[in-house]
């Protein structure tokens, strides 16, 4: 049970190595997260802050890959972020993981006061919610984690811009028929852009894209090799299964 009285299930990721509990309903964590985890290219001894954390999946996928980094999960939903505490409890990762309570859009101060300074961070990593409002869901959770308005990308870059160190990196997931939008949103504060597409099966447009990015860098655009999902018959390939249940990262260009 959420701690606004809502029920939940515990739920496995990377085979079993991380337990997740998460609302029944809303907005539920999947292969995105866990791509995203995969993609960011922490090291020890850095600091990484997840932007709409959720229950903390990506997160806590990060934190159990790479030993010795420190997470801080920013979530705006006091529910989800109780959730999020309790998971990196039960998962053992508290003393490297913290969770905030707070508006994505909040201000520098109000970040500030939460821990959270301007370039206190080596990697900012998030999921935001991309989808146009065409016929969005009943429920409230669902509609906030998945529906986007046209200033969506540019606030939630807006607040890595301002928490990443100089030479600090972005990675976030988002609609591959929005990459423009996502290039557009990069320009001017971040460069060394790299796009990995990700395809659910061979032969087929890409669904997702994630991209990473290095602040005040003036390093050429980078588009890789596409991540496959699973075969034509719904089989998950060797490169999906090393990521989505073993913890392999993700390659990007400066790893």
Do not use: Y
Request: glycine fraction near 10%; aromatic fraction near 2%; include cysteine.
């Amino acid at each position: 049970m959420s701690a606004d009285g809502s029920a939940t299930s515990d739920d496995a990721a990377l085979g079993g190595r991380l337990i997740v509990r998460q609302p029944l309903r809303g907005h539920r964590f999947g292969h995105d997260s866990i791509l995203l985890a995969a993609a960011t290219s922490a090291h020890a001894g850095e600091r990484a802050v997840e932007l709409g954390a959720g229950v903390g999946a990506a997160a806590l996928a990060l934190a159990r890959r790479v030993e010795g980094v420190a997470v801080s999960l920013v979530e705006i939903d006091p529910a989800l972020a109780a959730l999020a505490r309790g998971n990196a409890e039960r998962n053992g990762l508290a003393a490297r993981v913290h969770v905030i309570c707070l508006d994505v859009a909040a201000s520098s101060a109000a970040f500030a006061g939460a821990g959270l300074a301007p370039g206190s961070a080596d990697h900012v990593l998030m999921n935001p919610p991309f989808n146009a409002p065409q016929n969005p869901s009943p429920d409230r959770g669902r509609r906030v984690a998945r529906i986007a308005s046209p200033e969506t990308l540019a606030i939630w870059l807006a607040a890595a811009v301002r928490l990443l160190r100089p030479a600090g990196a972005v990675t976030l997931v988002w609609r591959a028929d929005g990459l423009s939008d996502v290039l557009a949103a990069l320009a001017g504060n971040f460069g060394a852009i790299a796009i990995l597409p990700i395809h659910a099966k061979p032969g087929v447009p890409a669904i997702r894209v994630i991209a990473r990015a290095v602040k005040d860098s003036g390093a050429p655009l980078s588009l890789l090799p596409g991540l496959i999902v699973a075969d034509k018959d719904g089989k998950s390939t060797a490169q999906a299964e090393a990521v989505l249940r073993d913890g392999a990262a993700l390659t990007f260009p400066g790893n």
